[in-house]
């Protein structure tokens, strides 16, 4: 960024690229949420020693260059402030004797995203706007799916490509696909204009062990999340204490997607079964889960 370009963005306002802070001796916490935005979108300029003055920005100046500079840059080597290390450019900008310390932070790759903020990922930031956002738990999830080495768009499947793009050999092509790597049968609807369909995962059933299959039945498969719910239910826990050990924060997916089988399964039990809903609820192992426990599962 040079002094003219500077000079021309002062006169507008903030753009979706640009963000402007007073940071005349420290960096301000914000700066580092602005940092996260542009890394998980389309990167931008953060630019120190500029104030908001009566709805115009003005130049102020940074007055402890080195210390801001420096305190900065260190804070973006990944660490405690950040999860992966930021390679910035800087610009050292004078007008009218006044230092402005600009930084262009480029948007990071996609197997690094989201760049998220003191080791918590919840605290994740997209740009939306001339503003920084918190990222929703599903934004958080299509940045982890998109960071995976292989995309799931990116797979190939053997098919006829005369077929390829009618509706009807496209659904058909991933119920079979589904199906043949030993997974349950798919569940689809098609909706009224038949333009789309949606497609539903049915959770598979399959004996636990010979040994506790006689005495407990045949149960769901168990993912990862609730076999190290199991785990943490051999004392009696809160709701919302499973849930920081699967790292999940919607209460109803949790319910529907990982504590109601395990009651459904008689794996687990309400310490206060007659009031559901009480605030002093808590979850613990009934005597099957401590069975299944005892076969040597472990944690995932």
């Known amino acids: 960024m040079t002094k ?6 002062l006169d507008g306002h903030e753009w979706n690229n640009v963000e402007f802070k007073k940071a005349q001796r420290g960096v301000p916490e914000s700066a580092y949420e602005t ?6 979108t389309g ?15 003005e130049v102020a100046g940074v007055l402890e260059v080195d210390k801001v500079q420096n305190d900065f840059l260190s804070a973006l080597r990944a660490g405690n402030k950040v999860n992966h290390d930021i390679k910035v450019e800087t610009n050292l900008i004078d007008v009218e004797g006044k230092i402005v310390l600009a930084f262009r932070i480029p948007e990071t790759s996609r197997q690094d995203k989201p760049i998220y903020l003191n080791g918590d990922i919840r605290r994740s930031f997209i740009r939306r706007g001339g503003c920084d956002q918190s990222c929703t738990m599903p934004e958080i999830e299509r940045f982890l799916r998109d960071a995976a080495k292989e995309r799931w768009d990116g797979q190939v499947f053997s098919y006829p490509l005369e077929e390829a793009f009618h509706q009807e050999s496209i659904k058909g092509m991933m119920l079979n696909q589904w199906q043949a790597l030993g997974h349950p049968e798919l569940e689809y609807d098609n909706d009224r204009s038949r333009k789309a369909f949606e497609i539903r995962l049915p959770l598979s059933k399959e004996p636990v062990t010979e040994q506790v299959t006689g005495e407990v039945g ?30 999940r924060s919607d209460r109803t997916k949790f319910r529907h997607q ?17 009031k559901p809903k ?8 009934t005597d099957k889960g401590k069975k299944w426990i005892k076969q040597g599962q472990t944690k995932k």
């Not at 990167?43 to 920005?57: A, K, N, Q, S, T």
């Open 35 to 40: 940092v996260s935005s542009f890394s998980n």
């Open 43 to 57: 990167g931008g300029w953060l630019v120190f020693g500029i104030r908001d003055y009566d709805g115009h920005y």
């Open 278 to 285: 009480s605030s002093k609820q808590k979850y613990r192992l």
């Open 4 to 9: 003219d370009e500077l000079i021309k963005l």
């Open 258 to 274: 990982v504590l109601n089988p395990l009651l459904d399964a008689g794996l687990v039990e309400m310490t206060i079964p007659d």
């Open 218 to 247: 045949t149960k769901l498969a168990l993912s990862r999340h609730q076999v190290n719910v199991l785990h943490d239910c051999y004392e009696s826990s809160k709701l919302v204490d499973l849930m920081a050990v699967t790292g």
